[in-house]
Each structure stands twice: as C-alpha cells, then as structure tokens.
C-alpha cells in the first residue's frame, strides 16, 4: 500500500487573497495480480496573461453578425423594398430588449451600412478557476498471461468558475433560446433605435455585441480511460508489442448559471458546446520488433466516433434548443479512422533510418462550411483533433559517434 498527499498555497500579484490546493492519492495491492488506485484533489488555475488581457483590454470592431432581428434585403430581388423575414422569432426578440413593434424591422439591419454589426472585444472581470478532480481505478496483470497489462481508471472532474472565451454567438444563442441575463447581457442595444451598430472610434457604451473571456459557474467532465500493454514473443521471429489507449466520455459541458440547464454536450458541436468531445476515442498499434532489434514495423489506428451538430440535440441533453437552425444538412460528422505506419532500421550499431507514414489513406477532414463565424468554433471550416493536411511522411536519421 501506497498513500501520497500535497498542500500548497498560492498568492498572485494580480489577484487578492491566498489560494489553497490540495492532493491526496493512495494505492493498494493485495496480490501481485490486481492493484487499486484512487485520488482527491483540489486544483486553482488563475488566468493566464492572454486571458487576463482578453478580459480587461477593450477594444471595439464591426465584424459582429447581423441583428436577427432585422429584416434584410431580398439577395434575389433588384427591389431594395423586398425584405427577407428575420431569422429569429418575435419571442426569441423580446429576450434581447427588442419591443414588438420594431421587430423585421429595416434599421436594424447592419449589413446595410456595408459592415457587421458593432462588438465590444474584452471588459470582463476574471477569477481564479477551481477544478475538483476524484478517480478510481483497477490495474489487472494476469500471471497466468504474461506479459499482459489492462487498467482502467474513472474520472470525475468539476470546475467551478471556469475561464472560457465567449463569441458573440454564444451570448446571442443563449439569449434567444433561453433569455437568461447571463447571455442577453452580451446584447447591448442603442436606447430609442435598439439597433447594434455604433461608431468603433467613439468608445460606446451601448449598440453593440460582447465577445471575450469571463467566468461560467461551473462544468464538468466525466469518463472512463482504458489502458492496455501486451508483449507476445515470437522467439527467432522476432516480437510482438501491442498498447491501446481509449477514452469513453460520459459528461462534458457547463452549466452558466445557477438557473441554467446544465447541459451534456459529449458527441455535440456547435453554439453551446463548442468543440466538445467524442463519446469514444481510441488508439491501438503494433508494432513488430526484430530478434536482433534491428529493424521494426509499427502500426497505429486512431479512432473518433462521430458528432453531431448541437442545434440537433435532443431535449435530454440539457443543449438550448433552437428550432429556426435544425439542419438537414451537415448535420454532423461520421467516425474517422485513420492509420498510421512507420519503420525504424539499425545500421551497423551507429546509424537508425527511420520512416513515418500518418493518415496513410490520406483521409480529410470533415467539412463544415464557415464554422468559425457560424458556429463559433476555433477553426473556419472544420474540428480540431482532425487531421488537416492529410497524409504527412516524415524520415529521420541519426548518427553515433
């Protein structure tokens, strides 16, 4: 048996107070053929100078969506009169301070100025985050197969007041859906005209979206992780070295506020869940290991099970549901598997060759058209944890003297 423990405390130039994070982990091994792992902790990430300057600089642009209040001009009609219902119900509007009787109408819409509407980049007040982080785990080394090694492990982790960068669609979708103050405060509309476009230069102090990093109330991620070791020898032939490594996400997502839905955003992408998670990944290689380790074969798969776009969860999952963008196409993205190939030699004892194939069927990414501006996402037309540039060879040597 095994116990650890930690305590530590910490003070920040830019934050008042102390902060105390702990730790205390233990392992217990009644036999050689099963052991038992568990650990508590306490965990403070203040921000990082980026996000500490994300937050409190202010600055302003006119790159903002258009109102979605606005009526907007026919794209297939020369009359400037025909106008394009909004794309936001009259409800969803009144969540965002509009009164009823300016609703579709033409002077809110800002792309008739031949910009977007006006955002107001930062102005945020920032605290730490504290993440709670409790798991359990069993590792099982079998006697009676040697060479064998499987664990699995559950984690559970909860972070209160977590530091994340809101776009203007998250505050914008979160106030249509739900009308709670902790989104429709990003809406920020001019007294009288109730429009969202002011001038840039002249600091203003309404008509404008909010976009920048502040504080949640709390999110969470939960799952299993899954390891296994295996080594088969193949006597003059050489042996046979197998791992796998596999996560299965239960939970992930946030919960804003207090009086906000917490919600399960694992296998979704989009407004309200942002890149996300898979509900299953996982790699496995071989690799094929001469008897006079000279040369060696590896083979790795790498598997993402598919998601789908969050405007298509259902009620279950706790996402904001907005009827107006259910979508019928791009709807998601399947399961990808990728696999990867590489070869090491051995040259006289002083030299190595070595050759690496990844995405060897030089696989795409999935597309999603104009996800950064629609979605809110961090990149323009696809995920992150995707390969984007399809197949990569990469050779290497070394030499020693």
Not at 195 to 214: D, K, W
Not at 310 to 322: E, K, L, Q, R, V
């Given at each position: 048996?095994?116990?650890?423990?930690?305590?530590?405390?910490?003070?920040?130039?830019r934050?008042?107070?102390?902060?105390n994070?702990?730790?205390v982990?233990?392992i217990?091994a009644p036999?050689?053929?099963i052991g038992f792992?568990?650990?508590?902790n306490?965990?403070?990430?203040?921000?990082?100078?980026?996000?500490?300057?994300?937050?409190?600089?202010?600055?302003?642009?006119?790159?903002?969506?258009?109102?979605?209040?606005?009526?907007?001009r026919d794209?297939n009609?020369?009359?400037?009169?025909?106008?394009?219902?909004?794309t936001?119900?009259?409800?969803?509007?009144?969540r965002?301070?509009?009164?009823d009787?300016?609703?579709?109408?033409?002077?809110?819409?800002?792309?008739?100025?031949?910009?977007?509407?006006?955002?107001?980049?930062g102005?945020?007040?920032?605290?730490?985050?504290?993440?709670?982080t409790?798991?359990?785990?069993v590792?099982?080394?079998?006697r009676?197969?040697?060479?064998l090694?499987?664990?699995?492990?559950?984690?559970?982790i909860?972070?209160?007041?977590?530091?994340?960068?809101?776009?203007?669609?998250?505050?914008l979708?979160?106030?249509?859906t739900?009308?709670?103050?902790y989104?429709?405060?990003?809406?920020?509309?001019?007294?009288g005209?109730?429009?969202?476009?002011s001038a840039?230069?002249?600091?203003?102090?309404?008509?404008?979206?909010a976009r920048?990093?502040?504080?949640?109330?709390?999110?969470?991620?939960?799952?299993?992780?899954?390891?296994?070791q295996?080594t088969?020898?193949l006597?003059?032939?050489g042996?046979?070295?197998?791992?796998?490594?596999?996560?299965?996400?239960?939970?992930?997502g946030?919960?804003d506020?207090?009086d906000?839905t917490?919600?399960?955003?694992v296998?979704?992408?989009?407004?309200?869940?942002?890149e996300?998670m898979?509900?299953w990944?996982?790699?496995?290689?071989t690799?094929?290991?001469?008897?006079?380790k000279?040369?060696?074969?590896?083979l790795n798969?790498?598997?993402?099970?598919?998601m789908?776009?969050s405007?298509?969860?259902?009620?279950?999952?706790?996402i904001?549901?907005?009827t107006?963008?259910?979508?019928?196409?791009?709807t998601?993205?399947?399961?990808?598997?990728?696999i990867d190939?590489?070869?090491?030699?051995?040259?006289a004892?002083r030299?190595?060759l070595?050759?690496?194939v990844?995405?060897?069927?030089?696989?795409?990414?999935?597309?999603?058209?104009?996800?950064?501006?629609v979605?809110?996402?961090?990149?323009?037309?696809?995920?992150?944890?995707?390969?984007?540039l399809g197949?990569?060879?990469?050779?290497g040597?070394?030499?020693?003297?």
């Amino acid at each position: 048996m095994q116990v650890n423990g930690g305590y530590r405390v910490s003070k920040y130039n830019r934050l008042n107070g102390t902060f105390n994070t702990w730790k205390v982990e233990g392992i217990w091994a009644p036999i050689a053929d099963i052991g038992f792992r568990t650990s508590f902790n306490k965990a403070q990430r203040a921000p990082t100078v980026i996000e500490a300057d994300q937050a409190s600089n202010v600055n302003y642009t006119t790159t903002g969506p258009n109102d979605p209040c606005a009526s907007t001009r026919d794209p297939n009609s020369s009359n400037p009169n025909v106008r394009v219902a909004p794309t936001a119900s009259i409800e969803q509007c009144r969540r965002t301070g509009l009164p009823d009787n300016l609703y579709g109408s033409a002077t809110l819409d800002c792309s008739a100025l031949n910009t977007g509407c006006t955002v107001r980049n930062g102005g945020f007040n920032l605290k730490p985050e504290t993440a709670y982080t409790k798991t359990f785990g069993v590792i099982l080394r079998p006697r009676f197969i040697r060479g064998l090694t499987v664990s699995a492990d559950r984690f559970i982790i909860n972070l209160n007041d977590s530091i994340n960068f809101f776009q203007v669609n998250d505050f914008l979708n979160g106030c249509l859906t739900t009308g709670l103050q902790y989104y429709c405060r990003g809406i920020v509309r001019n007294p009288g005209t109730y429009t969202l476009n002011s001038a840039p230069g002249g600091n203003p102090t309404t008509g404008y979206y909010a976009r920048g990093t502040s504080n949640s109330y709390k999110s969470q991620s939960h799952g299993w992780d899954f390891q296994g070791q295996y080594t088969l020898g193949l006597a003059g032939a050489g042996s046979l070295d197998t791992s796998f490594n596999g996560t299965l996400t239960t939970r992930v997502g946030s919960q804003d506020t207090p009086d906000a839905t917490p919600r399960n955003c694992v296998g979704y992408y989009g407004p309200g869940c942002g890149e996300s998670m898979p509900r299953w990944s996982h790699g496995l290689r071989t690799t094929w290991t001469s008897a006079d380790k000279v040369a060696s074969v590896s083979l790795n798969w790498r598997h993402i099970s598919g998601m789908t776009i969050s405007y298509n969860a259902p009620a279950d999952t706790g996402i904001p549901a907005n009827t107006a963008q259910f979508r019928r196409f791009y709807t998601g993205v399947p399961a990808y598997d990728y696999i990867d190939l590489s070869t090491g030699f051995d040259i006289a004892k002083r030299f190595s060759l070595r050759v690496s194939v990844n995405n060897l069927f030089d696989r795409d990414p999935p597309l999603l058209p104009d996800s950064r501006n629609v979605l809110g996402l961090l990149r323009s037309n696809t995920l992150f944890r995707y390969d984007l540039l399809g197949r990569q060879i990469v050779v290497g040597a070394s030499a020693r003297f």
